[in-house]
């Protein structure tokens, strides 16, 4: 009785689905049907049933109830490798075009006849001669300037070549059992490796980093660059106190490169650990023993 009652459900239902809906469910059923009529002991699908498949689900609505030899799941999953073959071929050229060699030798020569055209301005003059090419592709062509020794320092040679005479300085956020942010200054030596002053504060202000790094370089006589990130609390007053008043050179690195702080950022990075590691006990007055614990023995 139930199975008669369930064709009958099946019957009614097919008798409002469109013509095309049938036909692709039937292609579907019978699709599987081959497979399942290989007389291999595992039916295996090939590259060309996973495509039938793919492009029955999409004219099928109603395909996840059809699938029998997949998952819905692995059915879509062929559907992103396919998408990704697709992308893979029709992107196969990647990059701008080459050039003609006599075009790029063109460039060279206008650049040397004329040192102080900017890239922008020999695209101009090419676009004169019937030469479509963007200012990128000249960009690309035209030889650089070799600039100064400094200049070309990589930022760990400069790390390692001034040390004695860098300070890095970072602040970092730890939160109290209660989520009372706690913001804290550290200043360390980058000869060292040694923790030259650090401060606690719930409101942290561009007068109070002022404050800290006056007190950081009270009795210091041979820093000549400090090392900072991009915070905000770094405003233009304390950068001109750096470059005006101190008279040394404000070395900012680069946005999203933790990294250039070097030792600086690895000492936040371990006081936070440690932080986390007395999480339950911590309070404003824990903070401060912790980073005492630490500046004797700072290392490399």
């Not at 029998?68 to 490798?81: D, E, S």
């Not at 200043?187 to 040694?194: G, P, V, W, Y």
């Not at 561009?206 to 405003?235: G, H, M, P, V």
Request: aromatic share 12%; with cysteine.
């Amino acid at each position: 009785m139930k199975t008669i009652i369930l064709l009958i459900f099946q019957f009614v239902k097919l008798s409002f689905q469109t013509r095309l809906v049938l036909v692709a469910e039937n292609i579907m059923l019978r699709q599987q049907l081959n497979i399942y009529a290989r007389k291999d002991k595992k039916p295996r699908l090939k590259n060309i049933d996973r495509i039938i498949l793919v492009w029955l689900s999409k004219i099928f609505p109603k395909w996840k109830s059809c699938l029998r030899v997949a998952k819905p799941a692995t059915l879509i999953g062929w559907q992103k490798k396919g998408f990704k073959l697709f992308w893979r071929w029709k992107c196969r050229k990647a990059g701008r075009p080459c050039i003609d060699w006599e075009l790029i030798k063109l460039i060279r020569k206008l650049q040397k006849e004329n040192p102080i055209w900017s890239a922008q301005r020999i695209q101009g003059e090419l676009t004169k001669l019937g030469f479509s090419v963007c200012d990128n592709t000249v960009a690309k062509y035209i030889k650089k300037p070799k600039g100064t020794p400094e200049q070309r320092q990589r930022w760990k040679s400069f790390l390692h070549n001034h040390s004695p005479q860098i300070i890095g300085i970072d602040f970092l956020v730890v939160r109290t059992i209660l989520f009372k942010a706690i913001y804290v200054y550290i200043a360390i030596s980058h000869d060292r490796r040694k923790i030259l002053h650090f401060g606690v504060t719930s409101k942290p202000s561009s007068q109070w980093a002022i404050q800290q790094l006056r007190e950081t370089l009270a009795f210091d006589e041979t820093t000549k660059y400090i090392i900072r990130d991009n915070d905000k609390i770094y405003s233009d007053e304390f950068k001109d106190y750096i470059t005006n008043k101190l008279k040394l050179e404000d070395t900012p690195t680069t946005p999203g490169s933790p990294w250039q702080k070097d030792y600086a950022s690895y000492c936040t990075s371990l006081a936070l650990s440690a932080v986390n590691l007395f999480k339950s006990f911590l309070s404003s007055n824990f903070v401060p023993c912790i980073f005492t614990g630490f500046s004797p023995a700072m290392s490399s």
